[in-house]
């Protein structure tokens, strides 16, 4: 995930003091419920994703030789076409047609930065044995300019996990998110039931558990949190495995948001506390513990 106010990761992106961040939170809150509803959802769109189409020259570097994707349908929410970019990174072998093919991986990023920007990650789950679709949603990069928010982002992954189903049919397909991405991650893995698995990093059981987590949690503010995430009530219909990694020294996004995120779902499960990791490098200073937790909950070598 890489969000101002109740976001996972504005905290650490914006240049501001937790008082002067919730101070400004609670001042945007204000007017907008005197605006009315449509203006506070749409304040908190732009809080927590902080859409942006800029990528960092180590994201640039890492997207080299990746392959441009576009996916195109109807919006059920916008009544219009929409389309999404994407970036493809096919697995060591994958065009080998005297091997097995590879597993295929859904990447939702987080907030703030792009597919571009999310690049170094993308290469680290190819690393791990997958062909990967990153995908950027409508208000990122260069998928159509929109304001993000929480039902427009589910409507996005379900396009791209639906374009994956049509592209490479009979290949297991699993999901992964990142912080904010995790939550989308869990959304459409309870509502779908062709994934082969679901894997999360650095994630949470709600937006109002993030902010209840930070120094200015006590505000009574949470009532006023309308896109609000809340992956620990969905995580339960999961169907398939599902993947739980966190970084042990996450400021971010606190440990123990993950654990209860693991602890309220069912079926096959692994919770991966990972030393040293953060809420930035978890998938790499984890990448060995990634490769076991992959063999012994998915089977994947």
């Known amino acids: 995930m890489q969000g101002a106010g109740v976001l996972p990761d504005l905290v650490s992106l914006w240049p501001m003091k937790h008082k002067t961040l919730i101070l400004s939170l609670l001042t945007g809150l204000a007017l907008a419920v005197l605006a009315g509803c449509?203006?506070?959802a749409e304040k908190q769109g732009e809080w927590i994703f902080q859409p942006s189409d800029r990528s960092w020259s180590g994201g640039v570097a890492a997207a080299e030789?990746?392959?441009?994707?576009?996916?195109?349908?109807?919006?059920?929410l916008s009544g219009k076409p929409a389309k999404l970019h994407g970036l493809w990174h096919a697995a060591d072998g994958a065009s080998d047609q005297h091997k097995t093919k590879p597993p295929v991986m859904l990447y939702l990023h987080g907030a703030r930065?792009?597919?571009?920007?999310?690049?170094?990650?993308v290469r680290r789950m190819q690393e791990l044995g997958f062909s990967v679709l990153a995908v950027d949603y409508r208000g990122f990069g260069k998928s159509d300019a929109s304001l993000p928010s929480e039902t427009q982002a589910y409507e996005d992954a379900r396009a791209a996990w639906d374009w994956l189903a049509v592209q490479y049919p009979g290949q297991p397909r699993y999901i992964?998110?990142?912080?904010?991405?995790?939550?989308?991650?869990?959304?459409?893995?309870?509502?779908?039931?062709?994934?082969?698995?679901t894997i999360v990093e650095g994630t949470f059981t709600s937006i109002p558990d993030v902010f209840e987590t930070m120094a200015w949690g006590?505000?009574?503010?949470t009532g006023l949190i309308t896109q609000r995430f809340e992956s620990v009530k969905k995580v339960a219909a999961i169907g398939s495995p599902l993947l739980v990694v966190h970084g042990e020294n996450d400021r971010l996004i606190r440990p123990e948001l993950g654990r209860r995120l693991f602890d309220a779902a069912k079926g096959p499960k692994a919770f991966v506390l990972v030393p040293g990791g953060s809420h930035h490098n978890t998938n790499a200073v984890g990448q060995s513990l990634y490769r076991e937790a992959l063999a012994q909950l998915f089977e994947l070598r």
């Open 38 to 40: 449509s203006t506070l």
């Open 65 to 76: 030789g990746m392959q441009d994707v576009w996916i195109s349908f109807d919006s059920s």
């Open 113 to 121: 930065w792009n597919v571009v920007g999310s690049a170094q990650r």
């Open 176 to 197: 992964f998110g990142h912080s904010l991405g995790g939550a989308i991650a869990i959304e459409l893995a309870s509502r779908v039931s062709d994934e082969a698995g």
């Open 218 to 221: 006590w505000l009574p503010v």
